[in-house]
T-cell receptor, first 111, second 117 residues
Framework: QKEVEQDPGPLSVPEGAIVSLNCTYS??????FMWYRQYSRKGPELLMY????GNKEDGRFTAQVDKSSKYISLFIRDSQPSDSATYLC???????????FGGGTRVLVKP | GAGVSQSPSNKVTEKGKDVELRCDPI?????LYWYRQSLGQGLEFLIY????????KSGLPSDRFSAERTGGSVSTLTIQRTQQEDSAVYLC???????????????FGPGTRLLVL
């Protein structure tokens, strides 16, 4: 079993819809929870990170962590075609340690 | 440069040949990571350099893989006697401390696409 599981998609939504992405993880030692966005033929870029259970908002993006269920989510409101990309969750045990990634979910927002 | 750069962007090689992949991190970043991304797979950690400390090599898949970081800046990932299963995108990241949370934010380069025929 992988340490971080993520549905590969693809997830296709109409423009303006809410995109809902999630990951589950198995190791309770994980402390930091991140979401990266990766456009085709580019490196991943950090969207958001959280440290504790709860919600964190940044513009149209909301990250949610439920440590008791080992479940993390990313919501994208008012989705745009430019949001079409692969979204990767990544988890880290401690600051400075290596990232453990989910497999990524490919998202397609149709105009 | 403003970001992490990697070269070459694409590399095609024959099975059995050695390849070298280069990473130029963001100036001033003390930590450098190499990851591998295979088709349909997530990113797989390979190796981590932090300052003058001994590197964390725990992710290297075999002894054909090695990496070095010269002068605390540029890094080279070397794959000897390449195999077809080595075909992947090799990504480099460098990091800085995100002061409020104490988290090292990793910034990725565009990757080197390696194809072993």
């Amino acid at each position: 079993q992988k340490e971080v599981e993520q549905d590969p998609g693809p997830l296709s939504v109409p423009e303006g819809a809410i995109v809902s992405l999630n990951c589950t993880y198995s190791n309770s030692a994980f402390q930091y929870f991140m979401w990266y966005r990766q456009y085709s033929r580019k490196g991943p870029e950090l969207l958001m990170y959280t440290y504790s259970s709860g919600n964190k908002e940044d513009g149209r993006f909301t990250a949610q962590v439920d440590k008791s269920s080992k479940y993390i989510s990313l919501f994208i409101r008012d989705s745009q075609p430019s949001d079409s990309a692969t979204y990767l969750c990544a988890i880290i045990k401690a600051a400075g340690n290596k990232l453990t990634f989910g497999g990524g979910t490919r998202v397609l927002v149709k105009p | 440069g403003a970001g992490v750069s990697q070269s070459p962007s694409n590399k095609v090689t024959e099975k059995g040949k050695d390849v070298e992949l280069r990473c130029d991190p963001i100036s001033g970043h003390t930590a450098l990571y190499w990851y591998r991304q295979s088709l349909g797979q997530g990113l797989e950690f390979l190796i981590y350099f932090q300052g003058n400390s001994a590197p964390d090599k725990s992710g290297l898949p075999s002894d054909r893989f090695s990496a070095e970081r010269t002068g605390g800046s540029v890094s080279t990932l070397t794959i000897q006697r390449t195999q077809q299963e080595d075909s992947a995108v090799y990504l480099c990241a460098s990091s800085s401390i995100d002061s409020p949370g104490g988290l090292e934010t990793q910034y990725f380069g565009p990757g080197t696409r390696l194809l072993v025929l």
